[in-house]
């Protein structure tokens, strides 16, 4: 018989594994004597933080206000610069402030071109919210294949339905073709139902009468602060919790609880949450194939609302495909490690929603994390951005509920309405009724 022969640890070995469990259970004690000292202090660094958040979504409103009139870019340049800078004046700053919030400059640029492409689609068909008694002149909108064109006749509330669905998945538009990919790189689902939310805020915002903001401009302040308090929100939760495993020295009590996470835990949400994108891909393609229809006298605001529908469409679809692509790859790579199938490059594979190629392996973050996260860990209370999270998810998530049924008791509801514009360039007065 062979006898077993197990080597003794060193004393160096014994006085060097000694160190690091004192030093583990100092960090912790110095850790958990200093939340119990520091309240005040906690409680005064979290409300500057909250102010400091809601300067920076004041600006968001205020960029968006400059964008939709405040400043007179037509009177400054011609017509496609002019077009181009006022929604780059938006696009640039929010793409900035979600890199420096979530330290991923993935996340950054997505948002970035995402809001600077999805600001062309028009929404002044829908912007009324049901005022305008003479929408039955305007030029056709983007979801009149499933909403129907306004008519003559229509009352007050059928109007208002009207308008407030297709401002709803105009703010969709605006989100979700970006919220997919910040949800796939850790910063939660909630920005990509935000959207849901713009035909709630225009609808109050028409009803401001403020001297700082009137009716449109109103609408136009609080939904750049909404967008820019969903994104900067999931923003920092997400770049914190992330880096809770990668720096567990700065929070070691936390070495045996589960760590906070900002993805959908459950199988039915994550097949939930991709059939709505799923869904909202085809609205988007089928918008995209109806606006290409439509003959209106000026090309020059069919070609940018076409543009901005076929890049937010090319985008959702292209993403949706790579993060399939990615599901297959690890699925290879594990029947690989089990001796079951070979992978074809997958380790050489780098995909727009992996957080490392193909393995789930974090990359090394940038040394700026590291500090953001000590000060977040150390001096802000976290439970209060999360709650402020899961709210912001609630609601989103309720728009989004609300936006949908409302989708289809409308296309019901104007199933015989004609939805091109008659007697005028459009080419011709179709219905859905089934003839």
């Known amino acids: 018989m062979f006898t077993r022969y197990v080597s003794s640890p060193t004393g160096a070995e014994t006085s060097t594994r000694r160190l690091s469990e004192m030093r583990t259970m100092l960090q912790t004690e110095s850790y958990l004597f200093y939340r119990k000292t520091s309240?005040?202090?906690?409680?005064?660094?979290?409300?500057?933080?909250?102010?400091?958040?809601?300067?920076?979504?004041?600006?968001?409103?205020?960029?968006?206000r400059c964008r939709g009139g405040y400043v007179d870019f037509g009177s400054m340049?011609?017509?496609?610069?002019?077009?181009?800078?006022?929604?780059?004046?938006?696009?640039?700053?929010?793409?900035?402030?979600?890199?420096l919030a979530s330290q991923n400059f993935r996340a950054g640029l997505s948002v970035c071109l995402m809001t600077w492409f999805s600001l062309y689609v028009g929404w002044g068909p829908y912007m009324s919210m049901g005022e305008d008694t003479a929408g039955y002149n305007s030029r056709s909108g983007v979801f009149d294949?499933?909403?129907?064109?306004?008519?003559?006749?229509?009352?007050?509330?059928?109007?208002?339905?009207?308008?407030?669905?297709?401002?709803?998945?105009?703010?969709?538009?605006?989100?979700t073709p970006q919220g997919y990919v910040l949800y796939h790189l850790g910063l939660g689902w909630c920005?990509?139902?935000?959207?849901?939310l713009m035909g709630l805020v225009y609808f109050a915002g028409n009803y401001?009468?403020?001297?700082?903001?009137?009716?449109?401009?109103?609408?136009?302040?609080?939904?750049?602060?909404?967008?820019?308090?969903?994104?900067?929100?999931?923003s920092l939760y997400g770049a914190v919790t992330r880096a809770r495993s990668t720096y567990p020295d700065v929070h070691p009590e936390s070495s045996g609880v589960p760590q906070p996470s900002s993805k959908l835990e459950s199988t039915f949400s994550k097949v939930v949450f991709e059939l709505f994108h799923f869904v909202f891909?085809?609205?988007?393609?089928?918008s995209t194939c109806y606006y290409a229809l439509v003959e209106q006298e000026d090309w020059k605001n069919k070609g940018q609302t076409f543009f901005g529908l076929f890049t937010g469409f090319g985008f959702l679809v292209s993403t949706q495909f790579l993060h399939l692509g990615m599901l297959k790859k690890k699925r290879e790579r594990s029947a690989h490690v089990h001796g079951q199938a070979?992978?074809?490059d997958a380790e050489s594979t780098t995909l727009l929603l992996s957080p490392s190629p193909v393995t789930d392996e974090v990359v090394t973050p940038h040394p700026t994390s590291r500090k953001i996260y000590e000060f977040f860990e150390i001096n802000v209370e976290l439970s209060v951005f999360k709650w402020l999270h899961l709210l912001l998810g609630v609601v989103s998530f309720l728009?989004?509920?609300?936006?949908?049924?409302?989708?289809?008791?409308?296309?019901?509801?104007?199933?015989?309405?004609?939805?091109?514009?008659?007697?005028?360039?459009d080419i011709c007065n179709c219905t859905f009724s089934g003839i």
């Open 208 to 234: 401001g009468n403020t001297p700082l903001c009137k009716s449109a401009a109103c609408s136009e302040y609080l939904w750049g602060i909404w967008v820019w308090l969903v994104l900067l929100t999931s």
């Open 342 to 344: 070979p992978v074809e």
């Open 399 to 425: 728009g989004t509920i609300v936006a949908f049924v409302l989708t289809i008791m409308t296309l019901v509801w104007n199933i015989h309405t004609p939805r091109f514009l008659e007697d005028t360039a």
């Open 77 to 99: 340049m011609g017509y496609w610069p002019a077009h181009v800078t006022s929604r780059l004046i938006v696009a640039v700053p929010t793409g900035l402030v979600v890199w």
């Open 39 to 64: 309240r005040c202090r906690r409680a005064l660094a979290t409300s500057l933080v909250l102010c400091l958040l809601l300067a920076c979504c004041l600006l968001g409103g205020f960029l968006n």
């Open 191 to 196: 920005p990509s139902l935000s959207g849901s």
């Open 281 to 286: 891909g085809l609205i988007l393609g089928s």
């Open 145 to 175: 294949w499933a909403l129907g064109r306004q008519m003559q006749n229509w009352s007050y509330p059928r109007r208002v339905v009207r308008d407030y669905t297709g401002m709803s998945l105009r703010g969709l538009i605006w989100t």
